[in-house]
């Protein structure tokens, strides 16, 4: 499943949403538009800035998958 990591811009907060197809993300908070999807290297350069987790021994983990969720950080 596509999971992304979210930044909105407008209201600051960062979420996790599937995106299928052409679906367009909308902040669960403020159901603002104007998202900024993070890449996977800002999940890198995260791990490797805190260093803390490292018990998946990869970039996904079994709560999502994906490698985007805060148990992945
Ligand atoms: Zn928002």
Do not use: I, N, Y
Request: charge should be negative.
């Amino acid at each position: 499943m596509p999971l992304f990591d979210f930044v909105c811009h407008d209201c600051g907060k960062e979420f996790e949403l599937l995106l299928m197809g052409s679906d367009r993300p909308v902040c669960p908070h403020c159901q603002s538009l104007d998202l900024e999807k993070k890449m996977s290297a800002f999940a890198v350069r995260t791990k490797g800035t805190d260093g803390s987790t490292s018990s998946g021994g990869g970039s996904k983990c079994s709560g999502c998958a994906g490698g985007s969720c805060a148990t992945c950080h």
